[in-house]
């Protein structure tokens, strides 16, 4: 199994431009969501998903759009790029509580976006 | 919103050496997660524990629900234990609230 696998692993963007993280994951996981590390802070909620065709927002959802067409693909989209965005993304997948298999979350390699 | 705090902030420890993390939360809750940030910023999880103590290993987690707290202790510690640990507590839906992380250096 691959795992997690985000692409790009960096990207320099300028203010105003647009552009999608890509994700997938290949362990069949229900559950997957998208999370921003920066500086001092610790990892914050973009967006998460619980199945093909469920999102959510989670608790920095503003200037990022999801959608989940299939069980593998989990993609991260900025509408216009701001300096605030910079930051470290990372996906992870995990299956649901109810299924058996635990709760253990499985991380992407993380890309590394700056925003000029 | 759970609020999760981690004590130190940093460590530095010799080789061979004891170590423990805290981690306190404020709200209850229904699972905690010990994750590993190695320097290359990879992320992996090494403990989910919603009661008790679990070992892997010369890592061991404990968590006592009454006092909102859990420790992650690392037993004879080598160089490449060096990373960050992070604590994230969920409660009863799905988001994870994470802490900030403890840096750890183990040095020869």
């Known amino acids: 199994n691959a795992g997690v696998t985000q692409t790009p692993k960096f990207q320099v963007l300028k203010t105003g431009q647009s552009m999608t993280l890509q994700c997938a994951q290949d362990?069949?996981?229900?559950?997957m969501s998208w999370y921003r590390q920066d500086p001092g802070m610790g990892l914050r909620l973009i967006h998460y998903?619980?199945?093909?065709?469920?999102?959510d927002q989670g608790e920095v959802p503003n200037g990022y759009n999801v959608s989940r067409s299939t069980t593998e693909d989990f993609p991260l989209r900025l509408l216009s790029a701001a300096p605030s965005q910079t930051s470290v993304y990372f996906c992870?997948?995990?299956?649901?509580?109810?299924?058996?298999?635990?709760?253990?979350?499985?991380f992407g390699p993380g890309t590394r976006l700056l925003v000029l | 919103k759970n609020e999760v705090e981690q004590s130190p902030q940093n460590l530095t420890a010799q080789e061979g050496e004891f170590i423990t993390i805290n981690c306190s939360y404020s709200v209850g809750i229904s699972a905690l997660h010990w994750l590993q940030q190695h320097p290359g910023g990879g992320i992996v999880s090494l403990f989910m524990?919603?009661?008790g103590k679990k070992k892997h290993g010369r890592l061991i987690a404990t968590i006592n629900i009454q006092e909102k707290h859990s420790s992650l202790h690392i037993t004879a510690s080598h160089p490449r234990d060096s990373a960050v640990y992070i604590c994230?507590?969920?409660?009863?839906?799905?988001?994870?609230?994470f802490g900030k992380g403890t840096s750890l250096l183990v040095t020869p």
């Open positions: 992870a997948s995990r299956p649901p509580r109810t299924s058996g298999r635990g709760e253990t979350q499985y």
């Open positions: 362990m069949n996981h229900e559950y």
């Open positions: 998903s619980v199945g093909a065709g469920i999102t």
């Open positions: 994230a507590v969920r409660n009863s839906g799905y988001a994870l609230n």
């Open positions: 524990l919603s009661s």
